[in-house]
């Protein structure tokens, strides 16, 4: 039998390894990126992304997050909603063990975060008197420096093991011809008796409009709309020292909307991310080399009810309009200017205590590219974080719009991630069951045991 994967990030990665290991199907891989270790577009090579087609930052062996940080969260709690995949939290936890041991014997960092109990139960209390949920849970850093390396040991190896890559090749339309499924790239076709899907959270787009063509069913779910905040490493050297990438969500006072942080860099670099519409902004953190700074999202959750329900398409245009108002390139603000709804200039980012570690922005005003509730949400939660994170509202911390998560667009599945399509799996971020490595894994090895149980 013939199985097709379209996308090299973690969910076809591990598709891949566990049909190789168990099965002597004929697997091939299709990825519109480069192999991970020619992938150039990371630290301040990241400003010169507009050289890349596609990205380098999210697309290649790898998928985004071999480039983004290499965090791997090794809990059922982050990244994903067991109840969403029809299986219970000790499931999921089983099955990152397994993902785990991949990592580690590909090269991962032996070191783990957020194991002390006495100071996770310290930085809870202190969240939950101001009314702010602390998210914990083991994690282990990789590093975007050696996170490539990584993933270049684990995609040799599955060469080795049988497993066929096309790198560099996008695929255009997926069709059914017969019982076959057909994989349509600029020059050539694939045809395959399954197809595991996994194209990432930068093709979550591009599949949206493939499965509305097959008759795929899915559902709109929330999108989170916000900033990248840049503050002194100092500051968050508290936090660190308990949990690498402390997961914090609050309510806010104006608008009682969640807010959470994300994505963590403790001596990280604020990065670009370069769409064919538009451009965002992220975060990474190397093992080697260090800044003096420390960043992570600050995210509003955006639900929309009818007669707009379409959560992907406001968040495009949210971004879009950023991108004009940033004249291509994202917006950079001082958190004071922010707050007292005045335009932030080069004069007076240099009047920071920090330098920002992305120099390709425009200084300018957040609040002409954000709506004004998702503005409101941020100011109020940077304010309230100062009790957890102190010294992150002070006048000099730096905000970098937009930043957009879209995690929009869910597809109903089976426990094996089948959609309503039979032999049509949908895995990784892209399905709207994962927001992260872990659980984009998790999701691919669980469409190939879906595979496995019917051959």
Not at 22 to 30: A, C, F, L, Y
Not at 139 to 158: V, W
Not at 183 to 193: I, L
Request: proline residues 4%; aromatic residues 8%.
């Amino acid at each position: 039998m013939d199985v097709l994967i379209i996308g090299a990030g973690p969910a076809g990665m591990f598709a891949a390894e566990k049909l190789a290991n168990e099965t002597d199907h004929k697997i091939t891989v299709i990825e519109m990126g480069k192999e991970s270790t020619f992938r150039k577009c990371q630290t301040q090579s990241m400003d010169l992304c507009t050289q890349c087609d596609p990205c380098e930052i999210y697309a290649g062996i790898g998928g985004a997050g071999a480039l983004s940080d290499g965090k791997l969260n090794l809990t059922p709690n982050i990244g994903g909603d067991p109840e969403s995949i029809h299986h219970t939290p000790k499931e999921v936890e089983c099955y990152i063990s397994k993902v785990d041991e991949v990592f580690l014997k590909y090269g991962a960092d032996t070191e783990v975060y957020g194991v002390d109990e006495d100071d996770l139960s310290f930085l809870s209390r202190k969240a939950s008197s101001n009314d702010i949920e602390f998210i914990s849970g083991k994690q282990r850093h990789m590093g975007s420096d050696r996170t490539p390396l990584i993933m270049d040991k684990f995609y040799k190896d599955l060469k080795a093991k049988g497993v066929k890559f096309y790198t560099k090749t996008k695929i255009e339309v997926i069709e059914v011809r017969g019982k076959k499924f057909v994989a349509h790239s600029k020059d050539k076709e694939f045809v395959g008796d399954y197809l595991i899907v996994a194209p990432g959270r930068a093709g979550a787009y591009w599949f949206r409009t493939q499965a509305r063509n097959l008759g795929i069913t899915n559902q709109y779910g929330p999108i989170d709309v916000g900033v990248r905040a840049e503050f002194p490493a100092t500051i968050y050297e508290p936090v660190e020292d308990i949990m690498y990438d402390a997961k914090f969500k609050l309510y806010t006072s104006t608008y009682d909307d969640m807010v959470r942080t994300f994505c963590t860099n403790p001596k990280g670099f604020v990065t670009e991310e370069r769409y064919p519409d538009f451009v965002m902004v992220n975060g990474h953190a190397k093992k080697e080399e260090k800044s003096e700074n420390t960043n992570l999202a600050i995210l509003s959750r955006i639900e929309l009810t009818d007669p707009v329900e379409d959560t992907t398409e406001y968040g495009r245009s949210i971004a879009r309009l950023a991108t004009t108002i940033g004249g291509g390139k994202p917006i950079l603000q001082r958190f004071k200017d922010l707050e007292t709804g005045r335009r932030s200039t080069w004069g007076r980012i240099k009047r920071s205590q920090i330098k920002p570690t992305l120099k390709s922005v425009t200084p300018g005003d957040i609040s002409m590219a954000l709506p004004h509730r998702i503005v409101t949400n941020i100011v109020e939660a940077v304010e309230r974080l100062d009790s957890v994170i102190e010294g992150i509202a002070s006048d000099s911390t730096l905000i970098y719009a937009p930043e957009i998560k879209f995690y929009d667009t869910k597809y109903p599945v089976t426990k094996y991630m089948e959609t309503n399509i039979p032999n049509l799996f949908v895995t990784g971020d892209a399905s709207g069951h994962s927001r992260g490595i872990v659980y984009a894994a998790v999701t691919g090895i669980l469409a190939a045991e879906g595979i496995i149980s019917k051959s």
